[in-house]
């Protein structure tokens, strides 16, 4: 008969278990995220696309046209800012670098008030800083502000680095905390940066379904969103769409990368 563990047994268990899932998300996150700085300051950024591709804050970039970034193994390069939405305080930066590996996008559907986050990037005091913490509130869509709420422990220069899930996908970006505050901390939603850069869901891992306004749109099972724009995350391989227009269900397979787009046409299926 074998003895019994004892309480103190099962929580170092527990403890070590989880200690070493944030040591191995650490691990694939911080290869990607990117140091940038400026004239004016300093801030984060980090890797979204197999080409050199990075997202950040438009308020970390400013009005510059070129930006200095050091990579996490050291490199110190020029990045060239491609695109601004300075509407939701977003912006792109192209590294001169290929062959990059981009964190994964999660679905706007992930995202729950409770669920646990993490952050990596360079608020003052240290840079690569991981912290962790829950979304404490999200906003809706038609408020007028597209972002959530945190309680991640984040300070200046943590602005434009990523958000992301337990499972290490990218759930929205830093933008912005409330300094009078203890651990008050804002992120803009990762479908929110997809709907407004265009250039993120042409070299991301994202695809494009288009359908009449107002229909639900499905990729996977998992609904997406609703037409006339669905921007998803996915990742390399078959997925499959499906509408209901009409009354009648319309199916496709896309094949990601070779395919990035779809349209579903009002028209009639054939027969």
């Known amino acids: 008969m074998s003895a019994p563990v004892d309480a103190s047994a099962r929580e170092e268990s527990a403890l070590a278990s989880v200690e070493a899932e944030q040591q191995r998300l650490f691990a694939r996150v911080a290869p990607a995220v990117v140091f940038i700085n400026t004239r004016d300051g300093f801030g984060s950024g980090f890797i979204v696309s197999r ?10 970039v400013g009005a510059q046209k070129t930006v200095n970034v050091i990579t996490h193994d050291g490199r110190r390069l020029t990045g060239v800012v491609l695109q601004r939405a300075r509407d939701v305080d977003l912006a792109l ?25 993490g952050a990596v990037g360079h608020g003052r005091g240290g840079i690569w800083t991981f912290n962790t913490g829950m979304v404490s509130n999200i906003y809706p869509a038609k408020s007028g502000r597209p972002v959530f709420q945190t309680q991640i422990p984040l300070n200046p220069g943590a602005s434009g680095g990523p958000i992301f899930d337990r499972h290490g996908r990218v759930v929205g970006v830093v933008t912005a905390g409330i300094t009078d505050a203890d651990a008050i901390n804002f992120g803009i939603k990762i479908d929110v940066a997809l709907a407004k850069l265009d250039t993120l869901r042409a070299r991301g891992d994202c695809i494009t379904v288009r359908a009449p306004e107002g ?54 299926a054939a027969r």
């Open 51 to 60: 080409d050199g591709l990075a997202l950040t804050n438009q308020h970390v």
């Open 215 to 268: 229909v639900p749109v499905f990729v996977d099972g998992v609904m997406r969103g609703t037409g006339p724009e669905v921007f998803a995350p996915v990742e390399p391989g078959e997925h499959e769409l499906m509408v209901v227009i009409g009354g009648a269900q319309r199916r496709a397979t896309i094949r990601f990368p070779q395919q990035r787009e779809h349209r579903f046409s009002t028209k009639p």
């Open 93 to 117: 930066v192209q590294l001169p670098l290929a062959k990059t590996t981009p964190l994964p996008l999660a679905q706007s559907e992930q995202l729950r008030v409770g669920a646990w986050v």
